[in-house]
């Protein structure tokens, strides 16, 4: 398996592929990030090589480590990068690693947080509801469906085909 230090912090959805060649260092923190030993090289031939991040590495979101690579201690890496990157590290992009930040307190998140997050699923759903409505009572077929052409007829009703588009 993967060898991980003391104190790593590790988002649930960090992508880690072939553990037994990824070492992570005490310390260091990854955020939605990508460790991927298994690549293609320019040849066209497959290859693992051994991943290695240092003490106190830290891997914002979206960015991919690739197989090879060896990050020194104190790298930060800031989102949407990559290990090809590795002159783009800079201290401030600690700062983009949401696995550093401090959750906000349990009542902060119950009386703010929750309420906007419903609030913006009602609104993210309120079209699709709004359209089954319309679908439901408008009446534009009063046909019957015998035959595999009314089902057709049905389906590509000039009046229907707006609704289809607005999915």
């Given amino acids: 398996g993967a060898r991980i230090g003391a104190g790593v912090r590790i988002e649930l959805d960090v992508k880690i592929s072939e553990y037994d060649l990824v070492r992570i260092g005490a ?29 106190e590495c830290t891997i914002a979101a979206k960015t991919v480590i690739a197989g090879g ?49 419903f609030l913006q699923k009602v609104v993210a759903f309120t079209p699709l509801l709004i359209l089954m409505q319309q679908m439901k009572t408008n009446a534009w077929y009063d046909g019957s469906l015998d035959s595999l052409q009314d089902g057709l007829h049905y389906i590509t009703n000039p009046q229907r085909l707006g609704y289809y588009l607005s999915f």
Avoid at 40 to 53: A, E, Q, V, W
């Fill in 69 to 117: 690579a060896s990050l020194n201690g104190q790298t930060c890496l800031g989102p949407n990068s990559s290990s090809h990157e590795l002159q783009d590290s800079r201290p401030e992009n600690r700062l983009s690693c949401l696995v550093l930040r401090a959750s906000p307190p349990f009542w902060l998140q119950v009386s703010v947080g929750w309420p906007i997050l």
């Fill in 27 to 55: 310390h260091s923190a990854l955020d939605r990030c990508i460790l991927r030993p298994f690549s293609m090289n320019t040849n066209g031939c497959y290859s693992l090589r051994r991943i290695t991040l240092g003490e």
